[in-house]
Nanobody
Framework: VQLQASGGGLVQTGGSLRLSCLVS????????IGWIRQAPGKEREGLTL????????FYADSVKGRFTISRDDAANTVYLQMNGLKPEDTAVYYC????????????????WGQGTQVTVSS
């Protein structure tokens, strides 16, 4: 399976962005797909996950209520809608896939996309 993240950019505080993760080589139902970010000098942080079979969603406290994960099976794409962005959201955002991982722990994912930069100006 291959993943390609896109949609990053520069946005002002309070603004919104929607990231996309195009998945190829497998139906979305086979994998749990998550979004992870890494800010300079910091460890990777698992943000949210949508499960493959049941579409259950999980969110980290840092983004709960501001970020929403969703998926379009026809397009084989997972989205991350980010609202109310803050400067501390500045990071490289990755999408990743794993089989029935049901956790936000970044170490559990098996496949990773290339990352897309999100910069939030104050």
């Amino acid at each position: 399976v291959q993943l390609q993240a896109s949609g990053g950019g520069l946005v002002q505080t309070g603004g919104s962005l929607r990231l996309s993760c195009l998945v190829s080589g497998s139906p979305l139902s086979y994998y749990d797909i998550g979004w992870i970010r890494q800010a300079p000098g910091k460890e990777r942080e698992g943000l949210t996950l949508i499960t493959g079979s049941d579409r259950f969603t999980f969110y980290a406290d840092s983004v709960k209520g501001r970020f929403t994960i969703s998926r379009d099976d026809a397009a084989n794409t997972v989205y991350l809608q980010m609202n109310g962005l803050k400067p501390e959201d500045t990071a490289v955002y990755y999408c990743a896939a794993g089989v029935r991982i049901q956790t936000l722990n970044p170490r559990r994912y098996d496949y990773w996309g290339q990352g897309t930069q999100v910069t939030v100006s104050s």
